[in-house]
């Protein structure tokens, strides 16, 4: 039961952040891409820019960062990596890497570009 709930409240989340995306002017590209590394949240282009952002829930936005580990990170890394082999411009597409956090009352925080290779 609480894993149901904690996987709704993901979506939840995850809705939200890909709203206020969509709001500031970006068009996705991709929801829950699944890689054979791994899964992205959202895929994002704005211009030539491609953006993949992880999103983190929990009660905190403190709490939900550090949701986020080395080996996550390098997951996500190779997953966007296998995206960016079906770009017209591949490896040489322009990408940024976000973290969107999002605390126990639904307020969402981005941290662009905080995952830079």
């Given at each position: 039961m609480r894993q149901e709930r904690n996987y709704h409240a993901g979506l939840a989340a995850e809705t939200s952040v890909?709203?206020?995306y969509l709001a500031a002017g970006y068009a996705l590209l991709a929801q829950r891409f699944r890689g054979d590394q791994g899964e992205i949240d959202l895929?994002?282009?704005r211009g030539d820019d491609v953006i993949f952002v992880e999103v983190k829930k929990s009660r905190t936005f403190e709490a939900a960062a550090l949701r986020l580990g080395s080996r996550?990170?390098?997951r996500?890394?190779?997953t966007a990596?296998?995206?960016l082999g079906t770009q017209p411009r591949g490896q040489l597409t322009p990408t940024r890497f976000d973290v969107a956090l999002v605390?126990?009352?639904g307020e969402v925080t981005?941290?662009?570009n905080a995952?830079?290779?």
């Open positions: 890909l709203r206020q895929i994002l282009q996550q990170i390098a996500i890394l190779d990596s296998e995206f605390n126990s009352v981005v941290l662009e995952l830079a290779p």
